[in-house]
């Protein structure tokens, strides 16, 4: 079983959608979990952290549901300027960690 | 600009050559990471340093694959011997230690092709 996995889509949605990808990690003890994104043939950049809580970023949600280890993202609202690749990234925190990303989901808006 | 760099951005080379990739973390983490990327992929972990220290390297990473940091400051990532499979784009990223939730930056990345 891989360390992270998403659902790699495409997601195909209209221009004022809401979408959600899901992400499961495999090592219960992970600690710290992101939401990246990646435009084509560009770095990945942080798109927001993910707290226990949830968190809320404008029309960005992330939750984390450690029981059934996964997160997710919800995008509210979708502007075809959200079109990327959104990358589940996991930090098993310890005093010496890796950060591990997920294969990646990608996202297309269509007007 | 105090980001993350990577040098080349671009590398071409013939199958059997060596290559050496440079990455400048941001100066003030201790954490840098090696990551190759292919296309449709997502960032698969290579090695990862904590100062100079390699604390771990991917059972991926082949014995012509070597990285340094020898002063954890920048770092090397070599591959010998070059291969056709090898071809994939080559990210750097750095983060500081000690707090959760701290952010990995990434460098733009090294594109090889070998040909």
């Known amino acids: 079983r891989k360390e992270v996995e998403q659902d790699p889509g495409p997601f195909n949605v209209p221009e004022g959608a809401t979408v959600a990808f899901n992400c499961t990690y495999s090592n219960s003890a992970s600690q710290s979990f992101f939401w990246y994104r990646q435009d084509c043939r560009k770095e990945p950049k942080l798109l927001m952290s993910v707290y226990s809580s949830g968190n809320e970023d404008g029309r960005f949600t992330a939750q984390l549901n450690r029981a059934s280890q996964y997160i997710s993202l919800l995008i509210r609202d979708s502007k075809l300027s959200d079109s990327a690749t959104y990358l589940c990234?996991?930090?098993?925190?310890?005093?010496?960690?890796?950060?591990?990303f997920g294969s990646g989901t990608r996202l297309s808006i269509r007007p | 600009d105090t980001g993350v760099s990577q040098n080349p951005r671009h590398k071409i080379t013939k199958r059997g050559q060596n290559v050496t990739f440079r990455c400048d973390p941001i100066?003030?983490?201790?954490?840098l990471y090696w990551y190759r990327q292919t296309l449709g992929q997502g960032p698969e972990f290579l090695t990862y340093?904590?100062?100079?220290?390699?604390?771990?390297k991917s059972r991926l990473l082949s014995d012509r694959f070597s990285a340094e940091r020898p002063k954890g400051s920048f770092s090397t990532l070599e591959i010998q011997r070059t291969e056709q499979g090898d071809s994939a784009m080559y990210l750097c990223a750095s983060s500081a230690s000690g707090t959760l939730n701290t952010e990995a930056f990434f460098g733009q990345g090294t594109r090889l092709t070998v040909v």
């Open positions: 340093f904590q100062n100079e220290a390699q604390l771990e």
């Open positions: 990234v996991v930090n098993p925190y310890s005093s010496a960690s890796k950060i591990i």
């Open positions: 100066s003030e983490h201790n954490r």
